[in-house]
């Protein structure tokens, strides 16, 4: 089974620190690899994507990425409370298939 | 920026009607729709992929005939959940691509079902 995980949380982060997300995966097929944020009661935003191994920095969010380890992660760098959010991994076999999601990391910055 | 727009935002409805939810892609041709199911505290289940002119693909464990998808134009899908129950009560969002476009994303329903 198709599975992505992640660490629940809650993660406490005090505002102005970096803020690490952890992702991994079962399917080594998976080619595609997003991160979402969710705030409550709202639907998920696309925060950053990635394809291919290695780190992707945009603005204060980096993601990276490990094929051979099946592993995709999310750094927050200068955390702000309106980072405060759900925080949900989503993989895919191709580009636009299906996402898989995982249970997601509530993420609480701390002023 | 392209947009997905849900709607309704909310509905709440009696134990036994049915009840429609529509997606429509705003500034492309979404030539597929996802439509997720989201409970308190859990993560997206994929319900469905819907292809425009097609039948929908539903995931396992997911009634067909109680959960409706029509996906008749590039703009447009619905999900009509019939004989609606308490315990269908949840977060509905779709999500749409036209292919070589990112996924985006409706602001979702939130259905009660009393």
Redesign the interface.
């Known amino acids: 089974q198709k599975e992505v995980e992640q660490n629940s949380g809650p993660l406490s982060v005090p505002e102005g620190a970096i803020a690490s997300l952890n992702c991994t995966y079962s399917d080594r097929g998976s080619q595609s690899f997003f991160w979402y944020r969710q705030y409550s009661g709202k639907s998920p935003e696309l925060i950053m994507s990635i394809y291919s191994n290695g780190d992707k920095e945009d603005g204060r969010f980096t993601a990276q990425l490990n094929k051979a380890s099946q592993y995709v992660s999310l750094l927050i760098r200068d955390s702000q409370p309106s980072d405060s959010a759900t925080y949900l991994c989503a993989v895919s076999p191709g580009g636009n298939e299906k996402l898989t999601f995982g249970t997601g990391t509530r993420l609480t910055i701390i002023p | 920026g392209a947009v997905v727009s ?1 709607h309704p935002s909310w509905v709440i409805c009696k134990s036994g009607t049915s009840v429609k939810i529509e997606c429509r892609s705003l500034d492309f041709q979404a030539t ?1 729709m ?1 439509w997720y199911r989201q409970f308190p505290k ?5 319900m469905a ?1 819907s292809n425009e002119g097609s039948k929908a693909t539903y995931e396992q464990g997911v009634e067909k005939d109680k959960f409706l998808i029509n996906h008749a134009s590039l703009t447009l899908s619905t999900l009509t959940v019939t004989s609606a129950h308490p315990e269908d009560s949840s ?1 509905y ?1 779709c999500s749409a ?1 036209g ?5 985006h ?4 329903t ?1 259905l009660t079902v009393t």
């Open positions: 849900q597929t996802f859990q993560s997206l289940m994929l992929t977060f969002i691509t292919g070589h476009s990112p996924l994303f409706g602001n979702g939130r």
